[in-house]
């Protein structure tokens, strides 16, 4: 099973990106749909935290100093998991990982089971 991020970049400040992590098809005999799935990122320097999150029936976390910025989404169709981010600030600058839970326990933790290897997502002011 694997977890691929994409979409950073370089953007500056008030700027938009949008994320997108692709789930393979056979993802350890979870059927995406099943699966809870979080963004999370981490700053040089910092502990990894979490973003956004997004539960099997469509329900959404997000860490507050996100919220209304960022939004949290999922095809099912396509096993994707997307996160747009608006009026981008510098503090927003990390390296910006997707993660999986079968369990449905963790949320905004960062205790997820399965990871990707995370896109760069820098913000100048």
């Known amino acids: 099973g694997q977890l691929v991020e994409s979409g950073g970049g370089s953007v500056q400040a008030g700027g938009s990106l949008r994320l997108a992590c692709q789930v393979s098809?056979?993802?350890?005999?979870?059927?995406?749909?099943?699966?809870?799935m979080g963004w999370f990122r981490q700053a040089p320097g910092k502990e990894r935290e979490g973003v956004a999150s997004?539960?099997?029936?469509?329900?959404?976390s997000y860490v507050d100093s996100v919220e209304g910025r960022f939004t949290i989404s999922r095809d099912n169709g396509r096993r994707t998991l997307l996160l747009q981010m608006n009026s981008l600030k510098p503090e927003d600058t990390a390296m910006y990982y997707c993660?999986?839970?079968?369990?449905?326990?963790?949320?905004?933790?960062?205790?997820?089971?399965?990871w990707g290897r995370g896109t760069q997502v820098t913000v100048s002011s």
């Open positions: 098809t056979y993802f350890y005999g979870y059927r995406y749909s099943s699966l809870c």
């Open positions: 993660a999986a839970d079968a369990a449905c326990i963790w949320r905004l933790l960062p205790k997820y089971p399965f």
């Open positions: 997004i539960g099997s029936d469509g329900s959404t």
